[in-house]
């Protein structure tokens, strides 16, 4: 079926795009229009024309999986928009959905456009580690200016139809955009007036050209390790300089240059691997979801409070519930100052935050969580204290509501068979400050009812997380993979390295460039919490036997060093500032003494980052093995999601591709050669060897079927 094709209506030409799921720009796509386009220009009896879409959106961008072909080229694509831009007869866009990258571009190159007032329009190409390769950094800046292009294409973020309206991106709203483009454009044919080429347009705000440009190369040079910015200060200071054609070869070029980089691949690796985490093996898509309205969160602390946030910003109403009216009150406080801060920000109105407050009421009796269709059980990470919340919820609960628990690292399945229910029961491990980290960590029990989990999956979307799934272990997957990485920070601590140093390569774009490194993020989340997860583990029996195990944080949090909260962890705080903390280097220099280690006094960077990544990159590897995590993609937007990885380096597994498992592998097996592997935490993932020997890519890992 065609993807493109001229119908005719009244004595104009309809150019129907019709290739769903979003009407992308395919190479098919490409030469439907070329030869549709070609037809209408042949056709001197049709007055006008008319860009419209079939299906959910007008074109939201260009096949992003076309650009994994090295022979890709924006070329045709981009002679097509100079044939509509070229036209002598008037060409009216008829816009709906997210007009986004080529779709807006396609938009820019037509002589009017019409949105209906839902519509978001933007250029997000630099999400994807690229810039607008079919002109739009050319034609963008002629139609709303140079700032807001600027602003436009360095952030990403789309315009709503008002917004565009008022910047002059569209002409017109018209909720049926489609009737009012093809009245449009006899008009504009009756009229008979030259058509508006943007490529004509001088850029309204020409004259503050020198600041916006400034602002756009400040902003590349901030963020070296993205070179799509830099190619954003180019094509823009050509766009204000330079003739429309030469301006084109600037962003043909930067384009061209950017799609093969390291930063674009990784990026376009996570747009498809976000997409591909809401597909779950053994869910049947057409699973009915069960209804929820009532949300019920059990034990209001940081994250109950949190979690609290996102379900009623999401509509829902929502019943808290805690030991004590103080506790209670405590928690309500904690929720009201988060909406207050937000407010204070201009994120958000009073009317909302009041309306917010009002979808939640709370209380001290469990029995008030009986109409919930969801519960969310957020109290301690305490295995007896969660059983026995468990067992009571199992009682309480309505029949078909859902049992979730927030444990960071709790077997599930334990949880679930006290509720005396288990197909109801599934893990929600929200991230702190759960209202803001976009992951949503689904643990499926070993009896989670298809229904449940299908359930939870449709949730995520409602609350806007990305929701990855993960079976039952300790810790899940990001967690589990999180405890080999502070096992490694902790254990260098002993050996001689200081929470800075480790930091400090951690968060260097050089080396990877976390958002925070190990220390500085245990600080934030709570070493006390920290420490009784690992506590808990090593009591529940299934833990680590090594009496060394991260006897860092055991220690600092039997002293009270619990991080930022009480002002000393591995750093000690002013204010919110770390500072280096000779209690925590004593401490380190007294555990090598009893671990009987020889502490080195420079341990190289290069070994820091070796340690902490390539551990990680082994751990997800028997994730991946034991099938807790259900594709390699998953483990990578569990990290870029939830841990501050950066997306640019697409998430452990792509990276520890592009730094070739070969390589990993030899230095696994040195660290256990140098370091000892008494304990196994240098032993290699079966698979992760298998990959190596073969010269194979995790990322492209499959499970059999
Ligand atoms: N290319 C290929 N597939 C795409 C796609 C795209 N641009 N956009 C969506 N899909 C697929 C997606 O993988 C999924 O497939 C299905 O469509 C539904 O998507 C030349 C260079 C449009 C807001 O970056 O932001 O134009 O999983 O689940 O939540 O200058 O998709 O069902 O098999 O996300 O309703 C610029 C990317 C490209 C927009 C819809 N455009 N897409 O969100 O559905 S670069 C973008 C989105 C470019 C030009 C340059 C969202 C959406 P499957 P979905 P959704
Ligand atoms: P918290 O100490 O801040 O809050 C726990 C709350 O539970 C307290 O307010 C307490 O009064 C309440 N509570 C205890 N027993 C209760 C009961 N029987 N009924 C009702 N309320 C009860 O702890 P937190 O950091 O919010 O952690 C809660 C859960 O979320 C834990 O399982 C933790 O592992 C998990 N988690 C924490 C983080 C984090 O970064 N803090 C992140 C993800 C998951």
Redesign the pocket.
Known sequence: MAKAELLREDGIGILRIDNP??N??SPELVADLDRSLTEFEEDAGLKALVIECAG??FV????????EDPQFS?AP?NRVLARIEACDRPVVASLF??V????L?LAMASHFRIAASATRLG???I??G?????L?TQRLPRLVGLEIARDMISKGKPLSAFGALAAGLVDMLDDEPGRAARSKAVELAVQGMAPRRTRALTPPDIDNADAVLAGARRAAKAKPWLPALSAVADCLEAAARKSFPDGEAVEKRA?HDLIGTTQSRAMRHL??AE??A??IPGLDRETKPRPVEKVGILGVGTMGGGIAMTFANAGFQVTLVETSSEALVRGQALIADAYKATQSRGLMSEEAVMARLGAMNGSTEMSDLADCDIVVEAVFEDMELKLSVARQLGEICKPGAIIATNTSTLNVNRIAAATGRPGDVLGTHFFSPANIMKLLEIVRGADTEPDALATVMLLA?KIRKTAVVSGVCYGFIGNRMAEVYMRESEAMQVEGATPAQIDGIIENPKYLGMAMGPSRMLDMAGVDVGARTVIEWIKGGDGPQDPAYRAMCRNLYESGQHGQKTGHGYYRYEGRNPVPSEETAELGRHLAREQGINRRDNIPDEEIFERLLFAMANEAAFILEEGIACRPGDVDIVWTAGYGFPAWRGGPVFMADEIGLEKIVARLDYYAATLGNEHGYWTVSPLLRRLAEKGERLSDWRREA
Do not use: M, N, W
């Open positions: 799921p979003v992308a720009i959910r959106t939201a961008g260009g096949d992003i999986a076309a650009f924006a694509y959905g997210t986004l990258g080529g779709g571009e250029l997000p190409e999400t994807l690229l810039i607008p390769g079919s739009g384009f747009f498809f997409r591909a809401q597909k979307r």
